[in-house]
Nanobody, 120 residues
């Protein structure tokens, strides 16, 4: 079984910063892509940013220039630095691991989510 454990959410004022972390644990050989998604009540979960094992990153247009995703392959950990936060960034942020190789198969896993609230 593979588990993703997130941390770092919280309440921050507009213009502030947060750093989210997500660590994968369990029995697996490798993880292809790790990323962050977010969801607000009544809306679909949306992609925020992803990063490959080779450190190629992609971002949603809404966060480009403000958020930075990074990854430590040795620690099976992905980070999301959130800067210049806006109230519209308020959401539950979910960590995702895709292409997790377990034996001959690959799987996709989600974390439990961490709340980010941007408010004055």
């Amino acid at each position: 079984q593979v588990q993703l454990v997130e941390s770092g959410g919280g309440l921050v004022q507009p213009g502030g910063s947060l750093r989210l972390s997500c660590t994968a644990s369990g029995s697996f050989f490798s993880i292809n892509v790790m990323g962050w998604y977010r969801q607000v009540p009544g809306k679909q979960r949306e992609l925020v940013a992803t990063i490959t094992s080779g450190k190629t990153a992609t971002y949603a247009d809404s966060v480009k220039g403000r958020f930075t995703i990074s990854r430590d392959n040795a620690k099976n950990t992905v980070y999301l630095q959130l800067n210049s936060l806006k109230p519209d960034d308020t959401a539950v942020y979910y960590c995702n691991a895709d292409g997790v190789r377990v034996g001959a198969w690959t799987y996709r896993y989600w974390g439990q989510g961490t709340q980010v609230t941007v408010s004055s």
